[in-house]
């Protein structure tokens, strides 16, 4: 998975296995939808106590799913921070939280 932030948008780009393992394609957003930015410290415990999901879990290693309802997406990594924010105008899709090294400058960037 790479992320990329622009002046206008916010791109996650996955492998070719995240995408038929998890059940999804790249997500792409405009800047200006994204809110409620945070840093989470352990996002595969955020992860594991969201409900039921779809894509590939394994529990504590690696999560690249979406809830049943299809309004919450989770590509998260063990020992890594998460990258977690909100969404408008991109339904069902609601929430996004993804695990990178580099969550406490993107949330920086993106005004948290």
Known sequence: MRIELSEQ???VRLAR?????GLMGDIR????????????ESPMREA????IKAGLRIPWVLFIARTLRLDQVFIV???MPGL???????????RV???TPEAHELARRLGA
């Open 77 to 79: 990594r063990r020992r």
């Open 9 to 11: 948008t916010l791109e």
């Open 48 to 51: 594991m106590g969201s409900g």
């Open 17 to 21: 296995w995240e995408k038929i393992l």
């Open 84 to 94: 977690s924010f909100a969404l408008a105008n991109h339904a069902p899709l609601e």
């Open 97 to 99: 939280l993804l695990s």
């Open 29 to 40: 957003v405009a800047r200006g939808d994204i809110s409620e930015v945070r840093v989470v």
